[in-house]
């Protein structure tokens, strides 16, 4: 079920096919994530463990050694064909729960890439954790359509190079800017969006820094 | 039988099992991704579902064996077995898990066991219901009648009825899940 990761080449500009990783030890699970993210028209790889999560973006400790922190950037990683948009983790799994695995990835070459946790509790403290370790949006499974269309901002947002200021706004109501000198995103998300209150975790309306 | 007969009775099935609690929201979702492409994204996913979870019960039951019980382990099972079940909407599946999980919790090994067997119960009675669903999707669609997916196919006016019946049916879903 693993798709090849779309190559543009040099930069996205029309049309850019959008690439997830998905991660979830369900299979059931996965099979209701690739037909979400296909409907959505994104192209998606599912793995079912943090760690073949890892093993797909080079992070395994073997593989980290064959290159360094600093010559590895994502830009060098899409050269040699390796795109990913936005990473899903499940929070809950045997083994590299999805906070391990977000606080690897935020502590990679791949930190810019938005990574979004779910999970089928309802835990304030957990997802006050995943927010706080970078985590761009925490949804309660089961997913919907309408819960993909909530990541639109931040796939956008992957398009953007670090290097750049971008500010803009969606249709959602999100103001994203970029800060060019510590790639830091700060996203502002206005409180009672229209969502019903049972898909959304209680820290609706916290500004994210 | 009359092909929309066939399509009548596939969609009192599917409002009986929503108003009996058997089903809820999210088997409606999984219809709505449904389409040309993936005619059949609905069974297979409930197939998938099927095919892994006798394993997890399977395990369940094994651990509930041991002495003295591995709690958190079947805690881990457990939660990993409600998240597949709520996935596919099974919610009366789900609630059971819900039960078990807070006797697991309480270290209350028998309410485990009593909880176990519902679990299993609900499990199976869903299980043969989906069976004859989709049993008469099928004979609907051997029947010509008009397709529950999204489809290029289907004639407008067909379309058309079977979509202001289905937004009748959802509002009614969406207004019980929110009160």
Same mark, same amino acid.
């Given at each position: 079920?693993?798709?090849?990761?779309?190559? $543009?080449? =040099?930069?996205?500009?029309?049309?850019?096919?959008?690439?997830?990783?998905? /991660?979830?030890?369900?299979? =059931?699970?996965?099979?209701?994530?690739?037909?979400?993210?296909?409907?959505?028209?994104?192209?998606? =790889?599912? /793995?079912?463990?943090?760690?073949?999560?890892?093993?797909?973006?080079?992070?395994?400790?073997?593989?980290?050694?064959?290159?360094?922190? %600093? %010559?590895?950037?994502?830009? $060098?990683?899409?050269?040699?064909?390796?795109?990913?948009?936005?990473?899903? =983790?499940?929070? %809950?799994?045997?083994?590299?729960?999805?906070?391990?695995?977000?606080?690897?990835?935020?502590?990679?070459?791949?930190?810019?890439?938005? /990574?979004?946790?779910? $999970?089928?509790?309802?835990?304030?403290?957990?997802?006050?954790?995943?927010?706080?370790?970078?985590?761009?949006?925490?949804?309660?499974?089961?997913?919907?359509?309408?819960?993909?269309?909530?990541?639109?901002?931040?796939?956008?947002?992957?398009?953007?190079?670090?290097?750049?200021?971008?500010?803009?706004?969606?249709?959602?109501?999100?103001?994203?800017?970029?800060?060019?000198?510590?790639?830091?995103?700060?996203?502002?998300?206005?409180?009672? $969006?229209?969502?019903?209150?049972?898909?959304?975790?209680?820290?609706?309306?916290?500004?994210?820094? | 039988?009359?092909?929309?007969?066939? *399509?009548?009775?596939?969609?009192?099935?599917?409002?009986? *099992?929503?108003?009996?609690?058997?089903?809820?929201?999210?088997?409606?979702?999984?219809?709505? *991704?449904?389409?040309? #492409?993936?005619?059949?994204?609905?069974?297979?996913?409930? +197939?998938?579902? @099927?095919?892994?979870?006798? &394993?997890?019960?399977?395990?369940?039951?094994? +651990?509930?064996? #041991?002495?003295?019980?591995?709690?958190?382990?079947? #805690?881990?099972?457990?939660?990993?077995?409600?998240?597949?079940?709520?996935?596919?909407?099974?919610?009366?599946?789900?609630?059971?898990?819900?039960?078990?999980?807070?006797?697991?919790?309480?270290?209350?090994?028998?309410?485990?066991? !009593?909880?176990?067997?519902?679990?299993?119960?609900?499990?199976?009675?869903?299980?043969?219901?989906?069976? +004859?669903?989709?049993?008469?999707?099928?004979? !609907?669609?051997?029947?010509?009648?008009?397709?529950?997916? &999204?489809?290029?196919?289907?004639?407008?006016?067909?379309?058309?009825?079977?979509?202001? @019946?289905?937004?009748?049916?959802?509002?009614?879903?969406? @207004?019980?899940?929110?009160?």
């Amino acid at each position: 079920m693993e798709l090849q990761a779309d190559v $543009s080449g =040099t930069q996205q500009t029309q049309n850019p096919h959008f690439h997830v990783l998905a /991660v979830d030890d369900s299979l =059931t699970e996965r099979k209701l994530l690739e037909r979400l993210f296909k409907e959505s028209s994104c192209e998606v =790889t599912l /793995v079912d463990s943090g760690d073949k999560a890892l093993e797909y973006l080079r992070l395994l400790d073997s593989q980290e050694s064959e290159s360094t922190a %600093s %010559s590895t950037s994502t830009r $060098s990683l899409q050269k040699e064909g390796l795109k990913v948009n936005l990473i899903m =983790t499940d929070y %809950s799994m045997p083994g590299m729960s999805g906070y391990d695995l977000l606080k690897r990835v935020k502590g990679s070459s791949w930190k810019d890439i938005p /990574v979004v946790v779910m $999970s089928s509790e309802n835990v304030p403290s957990r997802i006050s954790m995943c927010l706080e370790e970078g985590a761009e949006e925490f949804l309660l499974k089961p997913l919907q359509l309408s819960d993909l269309k909530k990541l639109q901002p931040h796939l956008l947002k992957s398009l953007v190079y670090p290097s750049k200021v971008v500010n803009s706004s969606t249709d959602s109501g999100n103001d994203i800017a970029m800060n060019s000198t510590n790639n830091n995103v700060v996203i502002k998300r206005k409180a009672a $969006s229209p969502d019903p209150l049972e898909r959304r975790p209680k820290l609706q309306g916290l500004a994210v820094v | 039988m009359d092909k929309n007969r066939h *399509l009548q009775r596939q969609l009192d099935m599917k409002r009986s *099992l929503l108003d009996q609690g058997y089903l809820d929201e999210q088997f409606i979702q999984l219809e709505e *991704l449904q389409d040309d #492409d993936n005619p059949d994204f609905v069974e297979e996913t409930v +197939t998938t579902f @099927y095919n892994n979870s006798a &394993r997890f019960l399977q395990n369940i039951e094994h +651990t509930l064996g #041991d002495c003295p019980i591995d709690f958190p382990k079947l #805690d881990n099972y457990m939660h990993h077995f409600k998240g597949s079940s709520s996935s596919i909407g099974a919610t009366r599946v789900k609630n059971e898990c819900t039960r078990f999980i807070e006797y697991c919790q309480a270290a209350n090994a028998q309410g485990c066991v !009593r909880t176990f067997l519902q679990v299993k119960q609900e499990h199976a009675i869903l299980k043969a219901k989906l069976e +004859t669903y989709f049993q008469m999707a099928k004979s !609907r669609i051997a029947a010509g009648a008009p397709s529950l997916c &999204r489809s290029k196919n289907t004639s407008f006016a067909e379309f058309a009825s079977y979509r202001k @019946y289905k937004l009748f049916r959802k509002s009614d879903i969406v @207004y019980r899940y929110l009160k």
